[in-house]
């Protein structure tokens, strides 16, 4: 698997850009370790190939995240842990992925690297800030990886390149090992081509680590053994008002196949999911700031100037707004859990519309004309503002794939697990093979 | 004539804060902290009790 792996990186990259590094001589001694086992049989993802966002610590590498100035820190001198836990259970690591700078993305591009592309149209963008992670994975150059998630940044690029995206509870997984962006938002998770992938190497990610603060205590709870529990008893409904104004037609017509599928009448409204995304714009504004002032004081000019720009006007934003956002935050979440007395799951889109052009700079939302940055991510920011779980699953529309997010209740991975795999069994959501 | 007050803020708050900002960034950070205090102020105009906790609770 890692050799037909790193023949396919050898051959795709040069077009998808999705690699910034290719680990091939660690993976190949990696994999002839895992061979000579006598244990393989056992180990669950024994010789599955996998890569990283290049903003997770690989031994030996620069930590880059996705920026030029990070090429000079020293190289990391172990792994990220979440890359220990997939390597204990078999995975092999083959290299790491191209990202938008620090994160502060949704298209995939990076200037420095040139942007990573959508397997399915190579002119179209691949989705960020997790852009590699997703044109690998679509693209199909390893069955898994890892991203993160501060705002959309493992949904987007799962919606824009036809696969299954796990963004876990906030504090679920680990982050030690990786560059953080938004330390009260950002969360860790897989990517994958199967919901079975997904849930396997979730399973083995999970469980405390100290290296983490934000990281919770809780024991491993397997989702492995609940995938094949199908649809049945589970109460869902579909997100409407805010989660539908602004769809483009492919968004609409995906969340409306896979709520005919999931037998999810009922639509309801989320509270204030409006101002639930603009308080989370506010915090990562300021927080991406105060991570980054003191390069911005030194280093001004080797930053994207996109990201720049943005990181100087969030380090001017009054301290008082920062603690409105975070005091709205408590009362969201309230609100948000008192929908799921009544439910299991939310479906909702995961992206306005399906993968814009590579260096488009606005699109049209509900009549409005937008900037496609910042605004990809309105339906995935009022849901990672308050950490809960979610599957974004991929509707093989033509010609490009969309996604559709499927939330849970804070801890339940087990449920959008379970109602991804019950829908991929179904045949209407899938990772389509794309022409390379 | 007078001048935005935005625009009076950014000037006043690069140098008081000692934070870079070339001419030419200008219109980008005016437009990027426009949008951000445009939704602050949506969080913001939303009343909430004094007793409100904010999200984050440090437990030492």
């Not at chain 1, 023949?7 to 000579?36: M, S």
């Not at chain 1, 180990?43 to 920026?67: H, M, Q, R, W, Y």
């Not at chain 1, 991975?413 to 093979?433: S, T, W, Y």
């Not at chain 2, 950070?29 to 969080?43: E, Q, R, Y």
């Amino acid at each position: 698997m890692v050799e037909a792996a790193l023949e396919r990186i050898a051959r795709l990259n040069p077009t998808l850009n999705a690699f910034t590094a290719v680990t091939a001589e660690r993976a190949r001694a990696k994999a002839g370790a895992i061979d000579n086992r006598p244990d393989k049989a056992r180990l669950p993802l024994a010789g599955v190939p996998f890569a990283v966002k290049n903003l997770f610590d690989i031994e030996g590498l620069a930590t880059v995240a996705g920026s030029k100035i990070n090429r000079t820190r020293p190289k990391a001198p172990r792994d990220a842990t979440l890359i220990e836990r997939l390597e204990a259970a078999g995975a092999v690591l083959i290299g790491a992925l191209n990202m938008g700078e620090y994160a502060y993305d949704f298209t995939g591009e990076n200037v420095h690297d040139g942007p990573s592309r959508n397997p399915h149209d190579l002119t179209r963008m691949s989705g960020g800030s997790s852009g590699g992670s997703g044109s690998a994975v679509g693209g199909g150059l390893t069955p898994l990886a890892l991203g993160s998630d501060t705002n959309g940044s493992i949904r987007v690029p799962s919606s824009f390149c036809g696969i299954f995206g796990l963004k876990p509870t906030y504090g679920r997984l680990t982050r030690a090992g990786s560059f953080p962006f938004v330390a009260s938002l950002d969360h860790l998770g897989p990517f994958a081509r199967s919901v079975r992938d997904l849930a396997l190497s979730y399973d083995v990610m999970q469980g405390p680590d100290a290296d983490d603060p934000a990281c919770d205590q809780r024991d491993v709870e397997p989702t492995v053994p609940v995938l094949d529990d199908g649809l049945e008893g589970l109460r869902i409904a579909v997100a409407g008002g805010y989660f539908k104004k602004g769809a483009f037609a492919e968004a609409l017509e995906a969340l409306a196949r896979v709520a005919k599928a999931a037998n999810a009448t009922d639509e309801i409204e989320i509270p204030e999911a409006a101002r639930g995304r603009a308080a989370a714009y506010v915090i990562t504004a300021t927080e991406g700031a105060a991570l980054h002032v003191g390069r911005l004081r030194k280093q001004a000019h080797d930053f994207d100037p996109a990201v720049r720009d943005r990181l100087i006007a969030g380090a001017m934003v009054p301290a008082t707004l920062v603690a409105k956002a975070q005091i709205f935050r408590r009362w969201y979440r309230e609100q948000f859990l008192t929908l799921f007395a009544r439910y299991d799951a939310i479906l909702a889109p995961a992206t306005p519309c399906a993968a814009p052009m590579i260096g488009q700079q606005t699109f049209t939302l509900d009549g409005v004309e937008l900037p496609v940055r910042p605004n990809v991510g309105i339906y995935t920011q009022p849901i990672s503002f308050i950490g809960l779980p979610v599957v974004a699953v991929p509707v093989p529309l033509k010609p490009l794939p969309i996604g559709v997010q499927i939330i849970a209740p804070p801890w339940r991975e087990d449920i959008v697990l379970r109602i991804a795999h019950a829908l991929e069994q179904m045949g209407v959501v899938a990772a389509p093979k794309p022409e390379l | 004539m007078p001048t935005d007050p935005l625009d009076d803020f950014i000037l006043a708050a690069a140098r008081a804060l000692d934070l870079p900002l070339e001419p030419a960034w200008q219109p980008a950070v005016k437009a990027n902290l426009a949008v951000t205090l445009k939704h602050a102020a949506l969080v913001a105009e939303f009343e909430l009790p004094d007793e409100a906790e904010p999200a984050p609770v440090f437990r030492a």
